[in-house]
């Protein structure tokens, strides 16, 4: 089914390994634009829950305001039905409310003579379904201040619906590996050597999943790459298979946009001409 | 080599800081110079005086007299000072409240006030020859050094100094005055007690016949007060001494002090001047010379002699008026020539040397000294100034006595009776006696008010302030050593040359560039400057067993022998060869400690060259010399050597340069040379020269951690960066300075990549992504204080009261408590309440307003009492909290000195990409790299890189590799390890096409230093704004919203574009705009006047030219309104401006 325009069939992916926090699969039989895409979506556009607004009721601990604030929105928060949340621009609220926000809050003192560490474990969540992110049963959080004796810390936080065009911390990855053409067969870059290329530059693991290239084949100006390595490691607050799903996803509402767009132009022209008696 | 960042360790020591030592304990040796100077004011040596006792014993005796009675001189009443003490910081004795006395640094810092103790004097007097009285009597109380002994922080260890409020490393060393940490800066000055030969073309000035050689030794009192002596040559081949008393000169002939010290005779004299070598005709003419010009004066004995000096110098002298012209004389020779030495006979052989110098050197047989190389320099301490001034004070107090006395005799000589013990003591409480007071100021301003001069050069610039922008900074306050400002005024550009000599003393990359440079240098971190007086009473027994001749036979008639000083003492002579050999028997027994000969001893053996510096052999015992350590081949033991000595000794850097036979010493390493900041710059030996000093310079401009003490500091400024992080890459110092304990900065992915353009001339691309996550977020700390009474008039009651009065609306009282003050973390902008009180007499509150262009958050607020902690509240300290998240402008740096602009914050999509999906958090140009040859840079990216994957520290101290061993291949063999490329580089891809980049990029981890200078400072923008009320032109300066100047440059390159448009919109729409009536008839600008119409319908102006009294004429035109000004100016002056008006 091959011809100059690549496969027919489409683009397959492959799941290599799928672990709680990572995946890696083989997008393959697309174009690098596609592939791209994905990757781009998979860092910046898939929508996450993260703690956006921080109201501070008392704060007498060694850590600035803001200083907490920032610590707090980092903090992942599982967002697997983030669907159910809106956008706050979206919303019909002036502020947030419930359907746009999950609210948490937390209030530590420490009355003991040891240091008392706050963790995100202490963060109530207003929606169960919205917990700050926990590897397992053990996990102790992720520490946000120490308290001494006679500390207290007593805040409101909101946290909202966004992606991490605006704000790195609704970013559901912490980084996308993307490789393609392991071999350099395309001759897309030119590795400097000194000496030796095989001895300078180690094979990526990738490599393994290929033919390596005849030494003395013609070189194929024509070839374009078809197989993209993808590999991704989650914050948490999403599974890696929901990261891909739902990126795939975001890059279909997006055409799915333009297309209604479209379509709304092609009416309006439609009608423009029959306003003119054609 | 360490491969650890040893958190653990670092972790348990700040949870529990240790009763029994130090952290870091090398941190304590850094201020070791400061601190031991100071002790040493109160002990000095093993016995239990001090330079104080030794200043108080010098000073002597003062006399006055009455003029009662028959023999014309009258009653004497005599007093001096019997002793001095200086008591620890307490609280003033009005509280009566407090259970614990003591003062801590920590509360005056808070509290803005000075550290200081009270200091009090043993008065004695006794009328004529009567019974001493005795009187404690109080003189201020003096700003005393941290963790002097002195300090309540003496002898304590971390866990004290934590609970104390310090820093758990606090090193001390510093004064507190007015709650601002000052430091006496370490000054250089000639080496004391040794002979300098010196060729000066402004000793010619010194009057007719005086040629530019001379002779100059500084010489210095067991108290460490100091006094030059120059033996000038006269062009006619006499010699005469000079010496300053009092900041005046005075020259003697060199011959009338010869006598004058010892009964002797001119056969002797010529004995000792000529030394048997009678073949020398240049010598023996001017011995002959010097002889016979002296018989003029007519003086052949010593009597004699002192009898004429001391006629002459009794009024200079202001000696005791019972005192005889002979005794006059031998008071002017103890107090002003060659006063390091007590005895007769031996200034009259240091004499004879000088002159056997200075011959020498005008017929050219020696060279003269550089003054200019450390060889021939010491270090002035802070201490021993803080001695020499409390000295001079005091001498100051007891003279003010006396005129006291001479005041009341002359008015009032009734009222005078020496006999009643209470006219003495009602006199001591007359004069002003804040001694205390005195130094406080000389403290907190750095300016020497001084009779003497204290034979220094320099009246001002002696304290710096000790800035915690970081611990860089602030750590090089301490050993930061300038060369005096006199030198900085010098057009000659010699004294900042980089010497030979000054190899492993002074450091050779840290001096900032521009004006000071060369000037204001740092101590290698290995450099020592000795304070103890060292046990040198075995040297004359040791000499001697070693075949040096005795100085009692001060002829020797040997000209081929050399004279062996000790601290510009004589000892003895011998030949040179033997000189050579006791120089080397003493190395040895210094070394290996036997005889007892003290390891700070320096054995400068000079030997004879042709024209060549003065042959000799010089020891030196005296404290303020630098010294250093170095490793004695013989025997592999630690050699302390000095600066002078260094000159004529065989020391190899490293192993291969070792010459078997003639070095005798090896450094220990070759670090041992830099400072401690340079040494913190990572691979510096792969750097070209420059670039290590100007990291030297931004090391210490970066937002770093200014101290763990946060809460308990009141600096008025203080930049924090929030996310410092340990460097992966560093020297092995970094560890031994605990600078972990005070990051400076980030680890940073950094890619050299050409992206976007925005990476262009030095400028930075930041991962906007990285940004929001808190790299290089910042925090500057700002504190105001509002201090009511100042508004108090002095004498009358408080009259204003913190807090809020009825009425105050709600705005106010959404920031500001009952109290008057803000709520802790409210946040206040421009013209936001900052506090508030009460003014009685009208009953109104008046609201103190917040200043500041940016938004800051208030971090503390700080009541401060006063001193007897009985008056109410009248002083606040407010701490607001700026933040400063990086923004574009922001200023960033490498430790390469590789500083570039943020330039954007680019998306993190966009940024490129490697395999393994790591984007970099800093893109740089790669223009950066080839002119400026920072190749350290690339190696620490390698390294960074290498000790980023395998998990380890990265040693980074420079001169580790070598050509056989280099370091790309040590780091290169580690990313292999890991998979990654040998040379750093890695394949990577566009972020925005996905497409892999044509080259690969050189990708690895560098630790940015984020520098102070930021955009929020600095940032100029106007479009209208404050105008000028004279020109109607737009103001200047930042502060008052003005604008930048459009000067004449400017204007000529507009000119010569011709784009006149763009010309008068600058000039002309933009500043001055100005309509102005104009008379065409006349031509002249100000005689249009307005006059009123006569109608009762309108009140139309009219406008009118007074002198063609028409308003026919009258015809608006825009001008520049400095025209009209420049026409009115004219007219003032009678000239006439008149325009040609055309349609």
């Not at chain 2, 003495?424 to 005195?438: A, I, L, N, R, Y």
């Not at chain 2, 922008?469 to 900042?496: D, M, P, Q």
């Not at chain 2, 106007?1022 to 930048?1044: C, D, S, W, Y």
């Not at chain 2, 109608?1095 to 028409?1110: L, Y």
Request: proline content about 5%; some cysteine; hydrophobic content about 35%.
């Amino acid at each position: 089914m091959e011809n100059a325009y690549g496969t027919l069939s489409g683009p397959n992916i492959t799941i290599r390994e799928l672990q709680k926090d990572k995946i890696s699969f083989i997008l393959s039989d697309t174009d690098l634009s596609v592939a791209n895409s994905l990757r781009r979506v998979m860092i910046a556009e898939v929508p996450t829950i993260a703690i956006d607004m921080v109201e501070i009721e008392t704060n007498t601990t060694v850590l600035a305001d803001e200083f907490i604030a920032h610590r707090l929105g980092m903090i992942p928060i599982e967002s697997t039905d983030v669907e159910r949340i809106k956008y706050t621009r979206d919303c019909t609220c002036s502020q947030y409310c419930s359907e746009c926000s999950v609210e948490l809050t937390l209030h530590v003192k420490c009355t003991d003579d040891r240091t008392r560490d706050v963790t995100s474990r202490e963060l109530i969540s207003s929606n169960p379904q919205f917990q700050p992110v926990l590897t397992d049963k053990n996990d102790s959080g992720i520490l946000i201040v120490k308290l001494r004796k006679g500390h207290e810390l007593s805040i409101k936080c909101i946290a909202k619906k966004g992606v991490a065009k605006e704000h790195a911390k609704w970013s559901p990855v912490s980084g996308v590996a993307f490789e393609y053409d392991p071999y350099n067969k395309l001759r897309h870059t030119h590795y400097w050597i000194e000496e030796d290329e095989k001895k300078e530059w180690p094979l990526s693991k990738n490599a393994a999943l290929e033919a390596p290239p005849d030494p003395n084949a013609p070189f194929d100006y024509n070839a374009k790459p078809d197989r993209f390595y993808f590999s991704s490691e989650t914050v948490g607050s999403l599974q890696p298979e929901e990261v891909v799903s739902m990126a795939m996803k975001t890059l279909l509402d997006k055409l799915a946009y333009v297309q209604m767009q479209l379509k709304e132009e092609v009416d309006m022209k439609k009608q423009d001409h029959t306003s003119w008696g054609y | 080599m360490p491969s650890t960042f040893r958190t653990l360790e670092r972790e348990e020591a700040f949870r529990n800081p240790s009763n029994k030592k130090f952290g870091t304990p090398e941190l304590q040796e850094v201020v070791k110079p400061h601190l031991e100077s100071f002790d040493s004011l109160t002990k000095f040596g093993n016995g239990d005086t001090g330079l104080l006792d030794l200043a108080v014993k010098d000073i002597g005796h003062k006399t006055v007299f009455d003029g009662v009675g028959e023999d014309g001189l009258g009653n004497k009443i005599t007093y001096w000072i019997e002793g001095i003490s200086i008591a620890k910081p307490a609280v003033n004795v009005r509280d009566t409240t407090s259970l614990h006395r003591e003062i801590y640094p920590s509360e005056c810092r808070e509290r803005l006030i000075t550290y200081k103790g009270r200091l009090q004097a043993t008065i004695n007097w006794r009328f004529n020859d009567g019974p001493v009285n005795t009187e404690l009597k109080d003189l201020g109380q003096v700003p005393l050094m941290i963790k002097s002994n002195k300090c309540h922080l003496y002898g304590l260890y971390s866990k004290g100094l934590v609970e104390r409020h310090e820093e758990s490393e606090e090193m001390g060393g510093y004064f507190i005055v007015n709650g601002i940490e000052k430091i006496i800066r370490l000054l250089i000055v000639p080496r004391r007690n040794h002979v300098v030969a010196i060729i000066r073309n402004s000793f010619q000035n010194r009057g007719p016949t005086y040629s530019p050689y001379g002779c100059s030794i500084r010489c210095t009192r067991p108290d460490q007060t100091s006094l030059t002596n120059t033996v000038h040559y006269l062009t006619d081949g006499n010699a005469m001494i000079r010496f300053a008393w009092r900041k005046q000169e005075y020259m003697i002939p060199a011959i009338m002090i010869l006598k004058a010290l010892i009964d002797t005779s001119d056969k002797e004299i010529f004995d000792a001047l000529c030394q048997g070598d009678t073949k020398n005709t240049f010598l023996t003419d001017r011995i002959e010379l010097l002889l016979r010009s002296f018989k003029v004066y007519n003086l052949y004995t010593r009597e004699s002699c002192l009898r004429y000096l001391g006629d002459k110098f009794r009024v200079v002298m202001d000696v005791a008026e019972d005192m005889t012209d002979v005794q006059v004389g031998e008071e002017l020779l103890r107090k002003a020539v060659l006063v390091h030495l007590k005895e007769g006979r031996d200034k009259f052989n240091l004499l004879v040397f000088m002159i056997r110098k200075l011959y020498s050197l005008v017929s050219g047989e020696c060279c003269e000294d550089n003054p200019d190389s450390p060889q021939h320099q010491e270090v002035l301490l802070g201490g021993h100034l803080y001695g020499m001034i409390l000295k001079e004070k005091l001498f100051d107090w007891l003279s003010s006595i006396k005129a006291q006395i001479r005041t009341d005799i002359r008015l009032k000589s009734s009222k005078v009776d020496f006999m009643n013990n209470k006219y003495f003591t009602g006199v001591m409480t007359k004069v002003p006696s804040d001694v205390g007071g005195k130094l406080s100021y000389f403290l907190a301003t750095g300016n020497l008010v001084s009779n003497t001069g204290l034979d220094l050069q320099q009246a001002t610039g002696y304290t710096i302030v000790a800035e915690k922008l970081n611990f860089y900074r602030y750590i090089s306050h301490f050993r930061c050593i300038h060369r005096g400002a006199f030198f900085a005024e010098l057009k000659t550009t010699t004294v900042r040359k980089l010497l030979p000599e000054a190899w492993g003393f002074l450091c050779p990359v840290h001096t900032p560039d521009g004006s000071p440079c060369g000037l204001l240098n740092h101590l290698a971190h290995k450099c020592k400057v000795v304070n103890e007086p060292l046990d040198v009473s075995m040297m004359p027994r040791l000499l001697a067993s070693l075949g040096v001749s005795q100085p009692v036979l001060h002829t020797i008639n040997r000209p081929d022998y050399v004279c062996v000083q000790l601290d510009g003492k004589i000892v003895g002579w011998c030949s040179i060869k033997s000189a050579l050999k006791v120089s080397q028997s003493l190395r040895f027994w210094k070394v290996t400690g036997q005889h007892n000969v003290p390891a700070d001893l320096e054995i400068g053996y000079v030997p004879t060259s042709h024209g060549g510096q003065y042959p000799g052999l010089y020891l030196f015992s005296t404290p303020a010399r630098m010294m250093r350590p170095v490793k004695y081949l013989a025997n592999g033991n630690t050699d302390m050597i000095g600066s002078f000595e260094q000159v004529y000794m065989d020391i190899a850097c490293l192993q291969d340069e070792v010459i078997p036979g003639i070095s005798t010493h090896i450094e220990f390493t070759p670090t041992n040379v830099l400072s401690i900041v340079a040494n913190m710059t990572p691979f510096s030996d792969f750097n070209q020269s420059p670039r290590n000093m100007y990291q030297c310079q931004m090391g210490k401009q970066t937002m770093g951690t200014p101290s763990t003490a946060l809460n308990h500091r009141t600096d008025n400024k203080m930049y924090r960066l929030q996310s410092g992080q340990t460097p992966v890459v560093r020297p092995d110092l970094h560890n031994l300075y605990g600078f972990d304990g005070f990051p400076n900065g980030t680890n940073a992915i950094v890619a050299v990549i050409s992206y976007t353009g925005y990476d262009m001339e030095d400028a930075m691309i930041l991962n906007k992504s990285v940004h929001e996550r808190g790299f290089g977020y910042g925090t500057v700390y700002k504190a105001e204080v509002v201090d009511l009474s100042d508004l108090r008039v002095t004498g009358e009651p408080i009259m204003h009261h913190f807090g809020l009065a009825g009425g105050v609306n709600k705005k106010i009282r959404e920031k500001l408590d009952e109290d008057g003050l803000p709520f802790i973390g409210v946040q206040l902008k421009a013209g936001d309440p900052l506090c508030a009180y009460v003014d009685e007499t009208t009953g109104q509150t008046i609201i103190k307003k917040y200043k500041g262009p940016e938004d800051g958050l208030v971090d503390e607020v700080r009541l401060i009492g006063d001193d007897a902690s009985s008056t109410e509240l009248q002083k606040v300290h407010i701490k607001l909290r700026i933040t400063r998240s990086p923004i574009i402008g922001d200023k960033f740096s490498s430790r390469h000195g590789q500083k570039g602009v943020c330039s954007q914050k680019w998306p993190a999509v966009d940024m490129p990409f490697t395999e393994s999906g790591m984007q970099p958090d800093v893109i740089i140009n790669p223009h950066a790299f080839p002119s400026r040859m920072t190749i350290g840079m690339f190696v620490e990216s390698l390294a960074g890189k290498a000790g980023a994957l395998h998990g380890i520290a990265q040693d980074s101290t420079p001169f580790k590799f070598n050509e056989q061993n280099t370091a790309a291949d040590y780091f290169g063999e580690q990313l292999l390890a890991a998979g990654y490329n040998y040379h750093g580089n890695e394949a990577m891809y566009s972020g925005i096409t996905g497409e892999e980049l044509k080259m690969d990029i050189y990708i690895g981890v560098v630790y940015y230093q984020r520098l102070r200078h930021m955009v929020s400072d600095k940032y100029q923008v106007r479009t209208t704004g404050p105008v000028h009320n004279l020109t109607m032109q737009p103001v200047k300066g930042r502060k008052r919203a003005g604008g930048i100047r459009f000067g004449e440059m400017e204007r000529d390159s507009l000119l010569a574009h011709g784009v006149s448009f763009l010309l008068q919109d600058r000039l002309m729409n933009c500043s001055d705009y100005s309509q102005a009536h104009v008379c065409r008839l006349c031509g002249s600008l100000v005689s249009p006047i307005s006059t009123k119409v006569a109608s009762s319908v309108s009140s139309r102006r009219n406008v009118e030219c007074r002198v063609c009294n028409t308003s026919k004429g009258i015809d608006v035109v825009a001008i520049p309104y400095v025209f009209r000004y420049l026409t009115t100016e004219l007219m003032s002056m009678g000239i006439k401006l008149t325009l040609g008006v055309k349609p």
